[in-house]
């Protein structure tokens, strides 16, 4: 099998989200590792699908991972307990009709779990969620819909920096065939125009309760965002640059890849940034080698994570971990699922 993402806890543990076959909907696979429990590494199927997995806060509990439907659903793992987020999600009684949710972290000791139509909750223990606002933000255009899949809490300004794109809202395919049935030249053209217009990244600031979006120097789609100190937030865009800020009005490229850039992460109050082969930290302004270097790997990276002073390095087919200033493999029984391509 083939990991989908990751992350780490405290005290060796590791939640994997796994890959499933082509074709396969409403389901998901999920394999974590608590060491000192029994079993220590566990494969779980669930009959739901999964949009992401988490560490849980302290003050959630036993349960150290929570995994987060698109419906709005959050599952305690290996605990067997299931919570609704209310309003959550785009097909359930009672949901908000806004869209699929996308991502479950954790900022500020608070889970905040995040989708579409600007959808952004939190919760103390991943039982009761409210709101984190009292609105959500919305598109510039009607038709269209922001999605937030990644966030950061910017503590010395004391806000919330919330990341993603916006999503146009008129389906082409769909909407030029009701067109052409119709024979209505005037919906077509509408069409066509709306097909050259694409996805863009969009950026948010929440303080005190209010929204604010914040100019972008690219149009690409942002994928991640990372402050390491509290103070300097970096932007990860999928064209493969990284942007660094303080304030939101001057931003810095301080990283660009014409491949892609694959993972952001923070380690020992520094920012991370990954590639397929290597480790930089972040500065404001550069780039620096980290040491020690990553050894050589052949599969895709996936996630930087880090918990109890080491930093995990989650890929495609494999888990390293650096400890005490050495890289070694996490290696998973074979007994219980061997990892690698097809």
Not at 29 to 58: H, K, M, Y
Not at 244 to 249: G, H, L, S
């Amino acid at each position: 099998m083939e990991i989908l993402m990751g992350v780490t806890a405290p005290g060796g543990k590791l939640c994997l989200l796994m890959r499933q076959p082509e074709g396969t909907e409403d389901r998901s696979t999920i394999l974590t590792r608590i060491p000192g429990a029994d079993p220590e590494w566990l494969l779980q199927d669930f009959n739901v699908e999964f949009a992401s997995v988490c560490a849980t806060p302290q003050a959630a509990g036993n349960s150290p991972f929570l995994g987060l439907t698109g419906e709005g659903r959050v599952f305690f793992i290996r605990d067997g307990r299931i919570v609704r987020i209310p309003g959550a999600g785009f097909t359930l009684p009672g949901s908000r009709k806004l869209g699929r949710m996308d991502n479950l972290l954790v900022l500020n000791n608070q889970l905040v779990a995040m989708g579409y139509g600007g959808q952004a909750y939190v919760s103390d223990t991943g039982e009761a969620w409210a709101p984190i606002a009292s609105t959500f933000p919305k598109a510039p255009i009607e038709p269209d819909t922001i999605r937030f899949g990644t966030a950061a809490y910017q503590s010395k300004s004391d806000r919330y920096v919330f990341g993603g794109e916006v999503v146009i809202g008129i389906s082409i395919s769909a909407g030029l065939a009701e067109a052409s049935r119709l024979g209505d030249p005037t919906q077509i053209a509408a069409m066509i125009r709306a097909q050259a217009r694409r996805d863009y990244g969009a950026l948010w600031l929440l303080e005190r309760d209010a929204w604010r979006d914040v100019p972008l120097p690219t149009n690409d789609i942002l994928d991640e965002v990372v402050t390491a100190d509290g103070k300097t937030v970096y932007l990860r865009f999928r064209v493969g640059v990284v942007y660094a800020t303080q304030d939101f009005v001057e931003l810095t490229e301080v990283a660009a890849n014409s491949e892609g850039l694959s993972a952001l992460g923070e380690y020992r109050g520094e920012a991370l940034l990954a590639d397929e082969a290597s480790i930089f930290t972040l500065t404001p302004t550069t780039t620096e080698p980290f040491e020690p270097p990553l050894p050589p790997m052949r599969d895709r990276m996936l996630v930087l994570s880090s918990s109890d002073d080491d930093l995990y390095v989650i890929r495609e087919w494999s888990i390293w971990r650096l400890h005490a200033g050495e890289w070694s493999e996490v290696v998973v029984p074979a007994d219980v699922v061997t990892l690698g391509s097809n």
